[in-house]
């Protein structure tokens, strides 16, 4: 984000005022929300100070919704004003480096030939060995980056530019930013530093119109106490000569200065900069040990000029449409780019290569599942589903009726169904699919439900279990622990067909588990399955339809990027009756508050979790573990009461034990890690305390806070944090102010990336070289709507040969086909 889209901030601002401060809803998010999204991205054009107070903003929206009117009054006309007044300042400054003749930059010499200039011998297939500016020593260093040929180093992309390119009078410099500068030599020193004989120390006086600025330099090494080396630099520098100087605008004891400052000295004030650093956009390289970035920089440079053979896979009409930079402009100009603009654009155009080749990808295969005969064609209503319907105390919300169209939809063709369902903690998720598998079995199919731990399998067990005797229909759980005998039980009852239903964990896919009849396949928090796994379970059956199921919310960005291939379906609306359930954040000094809290639930006959991330104690990490916050709780603050144990490491009848006991009201405590993330309902539970809160995602402290408010009764959540930085505050206070898990997850994602987000990096997520799901979702909305209108002109892509050699590429050496669900 370079500039901030300031007619729509200060529209937002002024119908929120015109409105009363009421926090207004919007057609995705509310007011608040949308503020918080929007000063979430610090334009770059920014001062320091000016980007703190655009933080500061950011952090004071997150607490809208628990301001006095007065005080969202205060903080909207605050906001109002620095927008106004930021404007003016941005465009002041724009003004004046455009209209002062003093801070117009020498010429950088061109770093891309032309065509006509290209050596012979540079294509993009030749080792680096063979390039002369490389060589076989140089190309031993790049080989630790991955980077073999000649195109691994075009595609190496830099993760950030310093700007350089800036010029600046001296007496304009402002600490924090990164500047050139252009003076005459008043003086200048070289020697060896009288407190360490092996530190040589380079001293330079730069002046220009406005005022002067020292620049220093540090050598380390005796070679640099050689008199010969230090006369010889201060005759490079001599009085009067022009010099150009780059870096990071610094203030010490002596005043402003150029941190570890680049110099080169220019013919005349109009000369050329030769150097690949000084006045330009200097791209960043990612380096391991022992590669440093002058290597990674010098071999760019050497391959630029075969950026010109890259050939264009992207048609002319396609380029225009969506305002496309050629591809070897773009790669060209992501290393070297002459200005911002045009890095901007380079990167534009790379960003929607990535976007629009995993979308291309997602859709043939998409369109080729369509082509597949299932072996299932299910009938929509029926007998099964019509009791089921009577058994419900409850009436579906329009978001799940909404839903269970759109699968009953999908059943009933001759192509397998391929669809996830999201949905927030307690929308009814469940009751969605068992509508669905009851549609299979009373069109003669099984079905099979698969979950990743055996605690949420347990859990959807137990619940079908209820539904399914009233139905007189019957079900079996199969997991790690189940007994030998039966297991064979159920095997066989498989084969015959008369076990209609099975849920279970990994232990579903095992070889000996072989099904007469299985035509739809159910797999909860599928994101925690790898490909290979979801697609053993789909090979149990002949082209089954898959429902796939997750309580993470994801913006719609990641599910494009994560499920391109799937059908998406959401349950954006909660049952009634559900409360909003009370979130506190609590320092360390606050505890007292919140033992109070738990004690009072506890005698009105309620229950309380209280979470940890660690299971035992660790010297590493000063963070509470359940094993000794078992022992303290236990013994010292709740003695009076019985306090369970549940964690990762114990077995599966220790388990069993304890969640029984937590569910029949035995223990009325449950210190537990995150394995009861999902899945564990207990509606007499009324307290989730969450210990070093700051320590997980935003979406998973909100799927530990669904733990409690699933019965009548007002329930609450306390973060419990040790952190004092603004960032960990701001992340909490997110949770605080929202109950929406999608708004959470885009939050989340934004501090975290999407990766975290997922909680594993085994998701499927293609790992991107460029693209920001966070900062590129425009980009990514016109690279799926391109995929689409190519999909409809050429699916086979027969009339784009350079387009499907690149597909084919990309998804051959970056992604390895492991990204498609």
């Not at 002369?132 to 080989?143: A, C, D, P």
Request: hydrophobic share 40%; glycine share 6%; with cysteine.
């Amino acid at each position: 984000m370079e500039l901030p889209d300031w007619m729509r901030l200060q529209k937002a601002l002024s119908v929120e005022a015109e409105k009363g401060f009421s926090d207004l809803m919007g057609n995705q998010y509310r007011f608040s929300e949308f503020l918080c999204i929007s000063f979430g991205k610090t334009p770059g054009v920014l001062m320091p100070e000016e980007r703190r107070k655009w933080q500061a903003i950011a952090t004071e929206f997150v607490g809208y919704s628990e301001m006095t009117v007065e005080n969202r009054q205060h903080l909207v006309a605050d906001t109002r004003r620095f927008l106004y007044q930021l404007q003016q300042e941005i465009q002041s400054r724009s003004n004046e480096e455009s209209s002062d003749p003093q801070i117009k930059l020498p010429r950088t010499t061109p770093l891309v030939a032309a065509p006509s200039q290209l050596p012979l011998s540079l294509n993009l297939d030749l080792p680096l060995s063979q390039v002369g500016e490389i060589g076989s020593y140089r190309s031993k260093y790049l080989e630790r980056l991955g980077l073999h040929k000649v195109r691994d180093i075009l595609y190496y992309y830099p993760r950030n530019h310093i700007d350089y390119a800036r010029q600046v009078n001296i007496s304009n410099l402002v600490e924090g930013d990164t500047v050139t500068i252009m003076g005459t030599v008043k003086r200048c020193t070289c020697f060896t530093s009288p407190r360490n004989s092996k530190l040589t120390i380079f001293e330079v006086v730069l002046k220009d119109k406005t005022g002067e600025i020292k620049l220093s330099r540090f050598f380390a090494g005796t070679r640099y106490s050689n008199r010969g080396w230090q006369e010889q630099q201060k005759r490079q520098y001599t009085v009067g000569a022009i010099v150009a100087a780059s870096g990071l605008v610094k203030k010490n004891k002596y005043g402003i200065t150029l941190q570890d400052p680049e110099l080169e000295v220019l013919d005349d004030s109009g000369g050329t900069i030769e150097s690949v650093k000084i006045g330009r956009l200097l791209p960043v390289y990612p380096l391991t040990e022992g590669v440093s970035a002058d290597i990674v920089r010098k071999a760019v440079v050497a391959v630029l000029p075969a950026a010109k053979q890259l050939k264009e896979p992207l048609p002319k009409a396609l380029r225009q449409q969506y305002g496309l930079m050629k591809v070897d402009d773009a790669i060209a100009n992501i290393h070297f780019p002459t200005d911002n603009d045009t890095l901007a654009a380079a990167r534009r155009r790379l960003v929607f290569d990535e976007f629009f080749y995993l979308q291309l990808g997602f859709l043939q295969r998409r369109k080729a599942q369509r082509e597949v005969q299932s072996s299932a064609v299910i009938a929509a209503t029926g007998k099964l589903i019509d009791q089921f319907y009577k058994l419900l105390p409850f009436v579906l919300t329009n978001a799940q009726e909404r839903v269970v169209n759109d699968i009953l939809n999908d059943l009933q063709k001759t192509a397998p169904m391929n669809r996830l369902v999201q949905g927030d903690v307690g929308s009814g998720k469940t009751v969605v699919a068992v509508i669905a598998i009851l549609a299979a079995i009373q069109s003669g199919y099984q079905a099979a439900l698969m979950a990743p731990t055996e605690v949420l399998a347990e859990q959807h067990y137990r619940k079908l279990v209820g539904w399914f005797n009233l139905l007189h229909l019957p079900v079996e759980l199969l997991t790690g622990s189940t007994k030998v005998k039966k297991r064979r039980e159920i095997h066989a009852q498989l084969e015959t067909g008369e076990l209609p239903l099975l849920v279970g964990t990994h232990a579903l896919i095992q070889d000996k588990v072989n099904f007469s009849r299985l035509g739809f396949v159910v797999i909860d928090e599928q994101h925690r399955f790898g490909v290979e796994q979801r697609a053993l379970l789909q090979q149990k059956g002949q082209s089954p339809h898959v429902l796939t199921m997750t309580a993470t919310p994801i913006p719609r960005t990641l599910a494009l990027t994560l499920h391109g291939d799937l059908d998406v379906s959401q349950i954006d609306e909660l049952p009634p009756g559900r409360q909003e359930i009370h979130t506190t954040m609590l320092t360390g000094k606050e505890r007292t508050k919140a033992y109070e809290l738990i004690n009072r639930e506890i005698a009105q006959g309620r229950q309380a979790y209280v979470v940890l991330p660690l299971i035992e104690e660790s010297e590493k990490l000063d963070v509470r573990s359940a094993v000794e916050e078992h022992e303290r709780l236990s013994e010292s603050i709740f003695p009076h009461f019985k306090v369970g144990l549940l964690h990762g490491r114990m077995n599966s009848n220790e388990k069993d034990e304890a969640l029984n006991a937590f569910r029949d009201n035995q223990t009325q405590i449950i210190v537990s890690t995150t394995v009861i993330e999902v899945g564990v309902d207990v509606p007499n539970a009324t307290v989730m305390m969450i210990e070093n809160a700051e320590r997980f995602g935003l979406s998973q402290l909100h799927q530990l806070r669904g733990r409690v408010g699933r019965g009548s009764h007002q329930s609450y959540c306390l973060l419990m944090s040790g952190s004092k930085t603004d960032t960990a505050r701001q992340r909490l206070g997110v949770l605080e102010q929202s109950q929406d898990g999608f708004f959470i997850s885009e939050m989340d994602m934004r501090f975290r990336g999407p990766g975290e987000v997922l909680g594993m990096r085994q998701s499927g997520l293609a790992d991107f070289a460029l693209a920001s799901l966070v900062e590129d979702q425009e980009v990514l909305n016109l690279a799926r709507d391109a995929a689409e209108k190519v999909m409809v002109q050429d699916r086979n892509l027969a009339g784009f040969p350079l387009m499907k050699a690149e597909l084919d590429y990309r998804y051959s050496r970056l992604m390895g086909g492991t990204i498609l669900t």
